[in-house]
């Protein structure tokens, strides 16, 4: 089993910034991939972005230039750093794995936090 447990939400002016930060834990020795998606009311949950455990990073266009994700593997930690938020961003934050290996073997599934909510104001 792996939990993952986000912190760094909040409300924030329009042109500001925020780090989410997620923390994975349990019985593995590694993840292959993590990444945040978002979920704004009335729409369906979107990704924000993807790092591989070699660092390879993927980002959906609408964030390209203002969000980085990175992640730290001794801590099985991954980060998103967002700035220049605007309200378009407003969204409840997820962060989310796959590809954990542990003892016996690959998982066959993916990981999901509780979620974040971030709030920016105009």
């Known amino acids: 089993q792996v939990q993952l447990v986000e912190s760094g939400g909040g409300l924030v002016q329009a042109g500001g910034s925020l780090r989410l930060s997620c923390v994975a834990s349990?019985?593995?020795?590694?993840?292959?991939?993590m990444g945040w998606y978002r979920q704004a009311p009335g729409k369906q949950r979107e990704l924000v972005a993807v790092?591989?455990?070699?660092?390879?990073?993927n980002y959906v266009d609408s964030v390209k230039g203002r969000f980085t994700i990175s992640r730290d593997n001794a801590k099985n930690t991954v980060y998103l750093q967002m700035n220049n938020l605007n309200p378009e961003d407003t969204a409840v934050y997820y962060c989310?794995?796959?590809?954990?290996?542990?003892?016996?073997?690959?998982?066959?599934?993916?990981?999901w936090g509780k979620g974040t909510p971030v709030t920016v104001s105009s």
């Open positions: 349990g019985s593995f020795f590694a993840i292959d991939d």
């Open positions: 790092i591989t455990s070699g660092g390879t990073t």
């Open positions: 989310n794995c796959e590809g954990v290996r542990t003892r016996v073997g690959l998982l066959n599934r993916d990981y």
